[in-house]
């Protein structure tokens, strides 16, 4: 008499005999034939292990997964879902090293597998197999996960999801830190991770109506992560003492210049020489709008704001990658600022709110412009402070909008210095300023909320 196991599994067979040649599993009808047991088998114990959680049918469908997957790598998808189960929950019961170097071995022949199967995933499942790597070679494989999820990022860029990306910076600091490669390593992969989790946060706002909020703060909490480790490395003077004799031996190199003048500029190491003459050098050998976006920062550096503004207007008509026309915008404002144009400012703030969205800056410059030119709202009959009603309810917006911790904390600051400014309440009452009401600031022409203390 036939168990119920037994049962089940001639049942599974006949289904996939009739099913299978409506299916490629990346292998001939007679290999397919072959496996159809193998295949019932693994998928029914991982049913079981999935209604009783005993891992007693892993160690079932080991054997079973791995005839299928060596034979028609192409059965299902769920063939490498099911796997990692399969293979970290036995990895998790054993402590046997025999054991546990069989159970990794299959796993990299798995990620290898699935490529050869699925060569569009190649970039996520080489981030995967560099995970795995890392998490369980640790130091023994520290220089196979950091070459493969260097292939990883070159291959996915911003496609690949955040968690790898940042992974893949924080294996890279491992890897300087064993002594592989120069401090310099991490810069370059600072630069180029944080890019690409940028452009995450702007793709979660590419919907206007709905965009992505939720994924955009995790994003950002990652890009808080990069920050935070990449900071021992990033003080202004250990990037000149990183750059300095680089640039010093070879002054002509592009390549070098563009790194050097980028992340000073990331990190706002803009008023160091090593800043100034390397963007010279890089605007004389390679003008472009980029480089013209990098002598206006200079030039904003050397209070030259007029230079600045000539320079950052012809940056923004030849742009073209989002991430610099919104900094170009940005700079152009402070430019425009410090010539004391707050009209002018104010325009080119607001077009890089709608540059980038996502970004609080924006809303933060033109606060504090409302609070540096608040004696333009002297017309309001309490000394211009209803300026600082519009300054708070930009600082509000910021927040609103962003929530990365810098953000937050400066329109928080921004906010309480703000209240601190409101006319109190009699005086507002001397000129029918009521709490609460709507009003609209003069020479500012935006419409707030009378607030007092």
Not at 30 to 42: P, T
Not at 61 to 87: F, M, T
Not at 351 to 361: H, L, M, V
Request: with cysteine; glycine share 6%; net charge neutral.
């Amino acid at each position: 008499m036939k168990t119920p196991r037994l049962i089940l599994t001639a049942i599974l067979v006949s289904a996939f005999g009739i099913s299978a040649n409506a299916q490629n599993w990346g292998c001939d009808d007679e290999v397919r034939e072959s496996i159809l047991e193998d295949v019932s088998v693994y998928q029914s114990s991982m049913k079981y292990f999935k209604e009783s959680k005993d891992t007693r049918y892993l160690e079932e469908a080991y054997p079973h997964w791995k005839v299928v997957v060596e034979k028609c790598p192409r059965q299902s998808k769920n063939l490498y879902v099911n796997g990692d189960k399969i293979i970290n929950g036995l990895l998790a019961k054993t402590t046997d090293e025999a054991k546990r170097e069989e159970y990794y071995n299959a796993l990299m022949t798995m990620h290898d597998k699935r490529i050869e199967a699925y060569p569009n995933d190649k970039a996520e499942i080489l981030a995967k197999k560099a995970k795995d790597i890392d998490v369980l070679k640790k130091e023994a494989g520290l220089k196979e996960s950091f070459e493969t999820y260097t292939e990883a990022v070159r291959l996915g860029g911003e496609k690949l999801d955040a968690f790898y990306i940042y992974q893949y910076f924080m294996v890279t600091v491992k890897y300087v830190r064993a002594g592989y490669a120069e401090p310099t390593l991490v810069v370059d992969n600072y630069d180029i991770a944080s890019d690409l989790l940028e452009k995450e946060v702007q793709e979660c706002y590419k919907d206007t109506v709905n965009p992505d909020t939720v994924r955009a703060n995790q994003i950002r909490e990652s890009i808080g992560n990069v920050e935070g480790v990449f900071s021992p490395y990033a003080t202004c003077e250990q990037l000149v003492e990183i750059y300095k004799q680089k640039f010093e031996a070879t002054p002509d190199n592009v390549d070098l210049l563009k790194k050097i003048t980028n992340i000073m500029m990331k990190k706002g190491c803009t008023e160091d020489p090593l800043f100034f003459d390397a963007t010279e050098r890089l605007y004389t050998l390679e003008p472009s709008p980029v480089t013209a976006m990098r002598m206006g920062q200079m030039s904003i550096s050397k209070k030259k704001y007029s230079d600045a503004v000539k320079y950052l207007n012809d940056a923004v008509k030849g742009l073209s990658e989002k991430k610099d026309i919104y900094k170009a915008y940005l700079l152009l404002g402070l430019a425009n600022s410090g010539m004391g144009s707050m009209g002018a400012a104010r325009s080119a703030f607001n077009d890089a709110a709608r540059t980038d969205p996502s970004k609080g800056e924006p809303y933060l410059r033109i606060a504090q412009l409302y609070m540096k030119f608040h004696n333009v709202a002297s017309g309001d009959g309490i000394g211009g402070r209803s300026a600082y009603w519009a300054a708070a309810d930009m600082a509000a917006k910021a927040k609103n909008v962003d929530s990365t911790p810098d953000v937050v904390a400066e329109a928080n600051r921004i906010i309480g210095q703000c209240a601190s400014g409101y006319p109190k309440k009699a005086d507002a009452f001397m000129v029918d300023l009521i709490d609460g009401h709507s009003f609209t600031v003069p020479g500012i022409g935006v419409v707030t909320t009378v607030r007092t203390r």
